[in-house]
Nanobody
Framework: QVQFVESGGGLVQAGGSLRLSCAAS????????GGWYRQAPGKQRDLVAT???????NYADSVKGRFTISRDNAKNTLYLQMNSLKPEDTAVYYC?????????WGQGTQVTVSS
């Protein structure tokens, strides 16, 4: 079982930036790609961005042009650079593989954007 540890969340004003990190227990991102997902209170967990094994990125329409997903294979780490944050970006952010494995969800990191 792969373990994911997310970090970098916090409280930020609208228009601000945060960089999230996700450390994996193995080299899963290199072989399976990676993804960021988020869950707002009372809502389902949604896809934010993915990066494939080959490096192709994909973004939810709501974050295109503002968020950037990347990875460092040598560090087994996935990143999410979030710029121009909006109050509607407030959620718990989780990482997983590009096709998420349900049993591997971590604790997530809370992002709160104040208006």
């Amino acid at each position: 079982q792969v373990q994911f540890v997310e970090s970098g969340g916090g409280l930020v004003q609208a228009g601000g930036s945060l960089r999230l990190s996700c450390a994996a227990s193995g080299s899963t991102f290199r072989w399976n790609g990676g993804g960021w997902y988020r869950q707002a209170p009372g809502k389902q967990r949604d896809l934010v961005a993915t990066i494939s094994r080959g490096g192709t990125t994909n973004y939810a329409d709501s974050v295109k042009g503002r968020f950037t997903i990347s990875r460092d294979n040598a560090k087994n780490t996935l990143y999410l650079q979030m710029n121009s944050l909006k109050p509607e970006d407030t959620a718990v952010y989780y990482c997983n593989t590009a096709t998420p494995v349900q049993k591997d969800w971590g604790q997530g990191t809370q992002v709160t954007v104040s208006s």
